[in-house]
């Protein structure tokens, strides 16, 4: 489980997780200033993903534990993220 680069898996991990998504909180971080990763590394990681013609599903879903299972559903779910995170 090594596709996806920092910050990018512990914010899948710790915020997005079915259990306890905590994309609100998430949101106030980045818009505090208050985020402890990089806040621009995450967003432009999050579009390369948004961009990838084969996301790695099973370590998202294993992050995550969704059961996408398909690129377009992930998709779908990741561009909500960024427009809540974002503001785009």
Excluded at 16 to 23: F, G, L, R, T
Aim: proline share 5%; aromatic share 8%; hydrophobic share 40%.
């Amino acid at each position: 489980m090594t596709d996806l680069p920092e910050p990018l898996r512990v914010v899948l991990r710790d915020f997005c997780h079915v259990e306890w998504y905590e994309i609100d909180e998430l949101a106030q971080l980045v818009e505090s200033g208050g985020a402890k990763f990089d806040v621009a590394a995450l967003e432009k990681q999050i579009e390369e993903l948004l961009l990838s013609g084969s996301p790695p599903l099973c370590e998202i879903n294993m992050l995550t534990a969704n059961e996408f299972e398909s690129g377009d559903e992930l998709r779908t779910w990741l561009l909500e993220i960024r427009r809540r995170v974002f503001g785009r």
